[in-house]
């Protein structure tokens, strides 16, 4: 499988995910029923694939497309966010739904909360892919956010055929514990299967690995490695495993931040490892940069450099 484990592949990152609005609510105590919780409240660009597309620009990878859905109201907004980060927009406009948004709950402890409005970002559709789009790429990346919806489901599957056919190799974000659990493991991993990489943190890890809770995400990552043959488990603080047929191959500290909001940063660590794998760096290598973009990211405001 092509770009597993060797040093990567030249050419452009071509992620397919989502691009949502974001409202970051920053609550320094914790939230109080029925009356005022005093936030500091910002709307930012956001979206998991559009957030690693971005980190990966800033992590040095040469050209970087993406592949969204948006809503009318604010599709110009967000292209020319994208633009000013040096990703490559490819945004269908959605004349129906509006833009997905992101209401992200963030207390002391720096840990979120989520409340999601999909909108337009899972309008996904086979008829928005074009074979084009995989001209001079070197790896594929989908959100994992895509397989929650039938159309985008669909439309992932085409993009995931279409890059094997090709020889490019593909990795895939898991992205959220709480929709896998909705559109069961099992449907997930049979949907992704033939990716070459996936990128959970370590709930989805254990959830995917059919592990109890109390289960360590080494053994969640060694499972997984069975399936696939490179699997990076994300750990927040803890840093990052990395482990390759069946075993647990490094263990990737985390650095050392200042932080401010967690949000976005599991879309920071794919993005630097993403840039890293195209710049050829071995699998501890790229995690190792992912780590360091991760880093960067919970000391600022959102999700995007």
């Known amino acids: 499988m092509a770009g597993a484990t060797g040093t990567g592949s030249a050419g452009a990152l071509l992620v397919v995910g989502d691009v949502v609005t974001d409202v970051v609510a920053i609550h320094p105590e914790p939230l109080a029923p029925a009356t005022d919780t005093a936030a ?3 709307t930012l660009p956001g979206g998991a694939g559009a957030n690693a597309a971005c980190w990966a620009v800033r992590a040095g990878a040469a050209e970087v497309r993406l592949l969204a859905r948006v809503g009318t109201e604010s599709a110009q907004w967000h ?5 000013d980060a040096g990703v490559r927009p490819h945004l269908v406009v959605d004349p ?3 833009t997905g948004t992101v209401v992200a709950l963030v207390g002391k402890d720096t840990e979120r909360t989520f409340l999601t409005d999909s909108g337009a970002a899972l309008r996904l559709s086979p008829a928005d892919w074009a074979p084009a789009l995989l001209d001079g790429v070197g790896h594929l990346h989908l959100s994992g956010y895509l397989f929650f919806a039938d159309s985008s489901r ?4 085409v993009a995931l055929r279409a890059a094997r056919a090709r020889g490019v190799p593909v990795s895939v974000d898991p992205a959220s514990a709480g929709f896998l659990v909705t559109l069961g493991p099992q449907r997930f991993l049979d949907a992704v299967a033939g990716a ?5 943190n370590e709930d989805e890890a254990r959830l995917l ?3 109890p809770e109390p289960a360590g995400s080494a053994r ?3 499972e997984l490695s069975r399936r696939f043959p490179l699997v990076v488990v994300t750990r927040g603080a803890a840093g990052a495993l990395v482990a390759e047929a069946g075993r647990v191959t490094a263990e990737i ?3 050392a931040a200042e932080a401010v909001d967690s949000t976005g940063a599991g879309d920071a660590f794919t993005g630097g490892f993403l840039a890293a794998r195209l710049a050829g760096a071995g699998p501890a290598e790229a995690a190792r940069a992912g780590c360091r973009t991760a880093a960067q990211a919970v000391t600022r405001l959102g999700g995007r450099p």
């Open 40 to 42: 500091r409240i910002r």
């Open 79 to 83: 292209e020319q966010a994208l633009l």
């Open 96 to 98: 129906a739904e509006p």
């Open 154 to 157: 669909e439309l992932a599957l």
């Open 196 to 200: 070459d990489v996936l990128l959970p």
């Open 209 to 211: 690995a059919g592990l």
């Open 220 to 222: 969640a990552a060694a």
């Open 253 to 255: 500290a985390a650095e």
